[in-house]
Protein backbone atom coordinates (compact mmCIF):
# COMPACT_ATOMS: atom_id res chain seq x y z
CA UNK A 1 0.00 0.00 0.00
CA UNK A 2 1.34 3.52 -1.07
CA UNK A 3 -0.86 5.56 0.63
CA UNK A 4 -1.30 5.66 4.04
CA UNK A 5 -5.10 4.98 5.56
CA UNK A 6 -5.93 8.29 6.67
CA UNK A 7 -4.94 10.08 3.21
CA UNK A 8 -6.68 7.22 1.76
CA UNK A 9 -9.81 8.62 3.78
CA UNK A 10 -9.53 11.94 2.82
CA UNK A 11 -9.29 11.31 -0.95
CA UNK A 12 -12.11 9.21 -0.29
CA UNK A 13 -14.03 12.01 1.13
CA UNK A 14 -12.45 14.72 -1.42
CA UNK A 15 -13.75 12.44 -4.75
CA UNK A 16 -17.22 11.81 -3.13
CA UNK A 17 -17.44 15.48 -2.66
CA UNK A 18 -16.05 16.57 -5.98
CA UNK A 19 -17.37 14.06 -8.27
CA UNK A 20 -20.85 12.26 -9.50
CA UNK A 21 -19.58 9.07 -8.08
CA UNK A 22 -20.99 5.79 -6.24
CA UNK A 23 -19.67 4.93 -2.52
CA UNK A 24 -18.51 1.28 -4.94
CA UNK A 25 -16.86 3.37 -7.47
CA UNK A 26 -15.34 5.82 -5.37
CA UNK A 27 -13.59 2.99 -3.34
CA UNK A 28 -11.77 1.38 -6.72
CA UNK A 29 -10.87 4.57 -7.76
CA UNK A 30 -9.23 5.05 -4.14
CA UNK A 31 -7.50 1.72 -3.77
CA UNK A 32 -6.37 1.76 -7.62
CA UNK A 33 -4.66 4.62 -7.04
CA UNK A 34 -3.16 4.13 -3.41
CA UNK A 35 -1.90 0.47 -4.90
CA UNK A 36 -0.61 0.82 -8.26
CA UNK A 37 -0.09 4.70 -8.17
CA UNK A 38 0.81 6.23 -5.06
CA UNK A 39 0.96 9.90 -4.83
CA UNK A 40 1.03 10.62 -8.77
CA UNK A 41 -2.34 11.30 -9.53
CA UNK A 42 -3.53 8.76 -12.28
CA UNK A 43 -4.73 10.03 -15.51
CA UNK A 44 -7.97 9.94 -17.25
CA UNK A 45 -6.67 7.00 -19.56
CA UNK A 46 -5.39 5.00 -16.20
CA UNK A 47 -8.96 5.59 -14.73
CA UNK A 48 -10.81 4.17 -17.62
CA UNK A 49 -9.12 0.60 -17.19
CA UNK A 50 -9.53 0.53 -13.72
CA UNK A 51 -11.09 -3.52 -13.83
CA UNK A 52 -14.93 -3.60 -12.72
CA UNK A 53 -15.10 0.56 -12.42
CA UNK A 54 -17.26 1.69 -15.20
CA UNK A 55 -17.50 5.79 -15.68
CA UNK A 56 -17.94 7.55 -18.74
CA UNK A 57 -14.95 9.93 -20.11
CA UNK A 58 -16.25 12.89 -18.56
CA UNK A 59 -16.19 11.54 -14.92
CA UNK A 60 -12.79 9.97 -15.83
CA UNK A 61 -11.33 13.88 -16.28
CA UNK A 62 -12.58 14.91 -13.38
CA UNK A 63 -11.47 12.40 -11.49
CA UNK A 64 -8.50 12.94 -12.83
CA UNK A 65 -8.40 16.89 -12.02
CA UNK A 66 -9.49 16.42 -8.71
CA UNK A 67 -6.53 13.35 -7.97
CA UNK A 68 -4.27 15.93 -9.74
CA UNK A 69 -5.29 18.64 -7.32
CA UNK A 70 -5.00 16.55 -4.65
CA UNK A 71 -1.60 15.01 -4.67
CA UNK A 72 0.15 18.54 -6.19
CA UNK A 73 3.24 19.64 -4.83
CA UNK A 74 3.34 22.41 -2.63
CA UNK A 75 3.77 25.71 -4.35
CA UNK A 76 7.22 26.32 -5.87
CA UNK A 77 9.48 29.81 -4.54
CA UNK A 78 11.05 31.30 -7.12
CA UNK A 79 14.44 33.33 -6.52
CA UNK A 80 16.55 35.93 -8.60
CA UNK A 81 20.01 36.14 -7.77
CA UNK A 82 20.99 40.06 -7.02
CA UNK A 83 23.98 40.10 -8.76
CA UNK A 84 24.28 37.99 -11.96
CA UNK A 85 20.00 37.87 -12.30
CA UNK A 86 19.78 34.19 -12.78
CA UNK A 87 16.79 32.98 -11.74
CA UNK A 88 15.60 29.67 -10.11
CA UNK A 89 12.23 27.97 -8.87
CA UNK A 90 11.31 24.53 -6.80
CA UNK A 91 10.80 24.40 -2.50
CA UNK A 92 13.09 26.29 -0.37
CA UNK A 93 15.43 23.93 0.39
CA UNK A 94 16.39 23.79 -3.52
CA UNK A 95 16.92 27.23 -4.03
CA UNK A 96 18.19 27.88 -0.50
CA UNK A 97 21.09 25.90 -2.47
CA UNK A 98 21.13 27.84 -5.21
CA UNK A 99 21.07 31.04 -3.06
CA UNK A 100 23.98 29.73 -0.99
CA UNK A 101 26.00 28.70 -4.27
CA UNK A 102 25.45 32.22 -5.78
CA UNK A 103 26.44 33.86 -2.35
CA UNK A 104 29.43 32.13 -2.41
CA UNK A 105 30.67 32.39 -6.08
CA UNK A 106 30.37 36.18 -6.14
CA UNK A 107 32.15 36.83 -3.24
CA UNK A 108 34.55 34.55 -4.30
CA UNK A 109 34.95 36.71 -7.36
CA UNK A 110 34.68 39.86 -5.70
CA UNK A 111 37.70 38.93 -3.19
CA UNK A 112 39.85 38.05 -5.60
CA UNK A 113 38.84 41.02 -7.81
CA UNK A 114 41.78 43.29 -5.99
CA UNK A 115 44.44 40.69 -6.52
CA UNK A 116 43.67 40.83 -10.82
CA UNK A 117 43.61 44.75 -11.28
CA UNK A 118 46.68 44.57 -8.86
CA UNK A 119 48.52 42.62 -11.49
CA UNK A 120 47.12 44.66 -14.60
CA UNK A 121 48.10 48.23 -12.98
CA UNK A 122 51.70 46.76 -12.43
CA UNK A 123 52.21 45.58 -15.91
CA UNK A 124 50.25 49.30 -16.98
CA UNK A 125 53.34 51.06 -15.07
CA UNK A 126 55.83 49.35 -16.59
CA UNK A 127 55.05 49.61 -19.85
CA UNK A 128 54.74 53.72 -19.44
CA UNK A 129 58.44 53.62 -18.28
ZN1 LIG B 1 24.44 34.78 -9.19
Do not use: W
Not at 21 to 48: K, N, R
Not at 90 to 107: A, D, P, Q
Amino acid sequence: MLIDERTQKILFAELLVSNDLEYSETHLIVDAQSIHSGHYAMSPAELLHIRDLDISIGTAMSVADTLEEFFSEPTDEFVTCPVCFESDSGTIEKVGHFLNTHMTFHSFQFNSLPMINFGEGDDKKGDSE
